[in-house]
């Protein structure tokens, strides 16, 4: 059986030395691509009247080389959007900016949080207790899909002050 193995083995290494070592390659590339950035977060329940909703993300890329996240999108609401927003202080006054996309260096880190970089929704309608799932889409094609809670509006002073000084939702 061994001395089979063998045979089969050295037939499909001779036969498929080019054809192998690309293959090879390409199973390299591969699980490289393959290694996703771990992605954590929740959506802020949406009080009846507010139509923009938002969510915050956790993103830590543990490949060696550089992400950028470009879109994300709400797979189960196709009548709904996502945007990357920062708010940014000018003046005094916090105002929010729409994002080409959210660059995580290797191995790199982005906390997106209420006054800083964070994911506006429209088009959606969310309640404490769902949830949401969100498809992340790279600059580099890779796309992945993530599902994040829906929390209670209010969960501690700081954060409902920092959510109303920032746009209500
Ligand atoms: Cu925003």
Redesign the pocket.
């Given at each position: 059986m061994k001395g089979n193995q063998r045979r089969f083995l050295a037939v499909v290494a001779a036969a498929c030395v080019m054809f192998a070592s690309f293959t090879i390659a390409e199973a390299n590339q591969e699980k490289a691509t393959g290694e996703e950035v771990v992605v954590t977060g929740y959506a802020r329940e949406m009080p009846p009247g507010v139509v923009?909703g938002?969510a915050y993300l956790s993103l830590h890329n543990p490949t060696q080389r550089p992400r950028a996240l470009r879109a994300v999108e709400l797979p189960r609401h196709p009548e709904a959007s996502a945007?990357l927003?920062a708010?940014v202080n000018e003046d005094g006054v916090s105002r929010?900016r729409p994002l080409q996309e959210v660059t995580l260096d290797a191995g790199g880190v982005l906390e997106m949080q209420p006054g800083a970089t964070?994911?506006?929704l429209h088009g959606v309608r969310l309640r404490a207790g769902e949830s949401l799932q969100l498809r992340l889409v790279f600059a580099d094609g890779a796309t992945q899909q993530i599902t994040v809670p829906v929390r209670a509006m209010v969960t501690a002073q700081h954060e409902s002050h920092d959510t109303h000084r920032?746009?209500g939702?």
């Open positions: 923009m938002v945007a927003h708010t929010m964070h994911l506006m920032h746009h939702g």
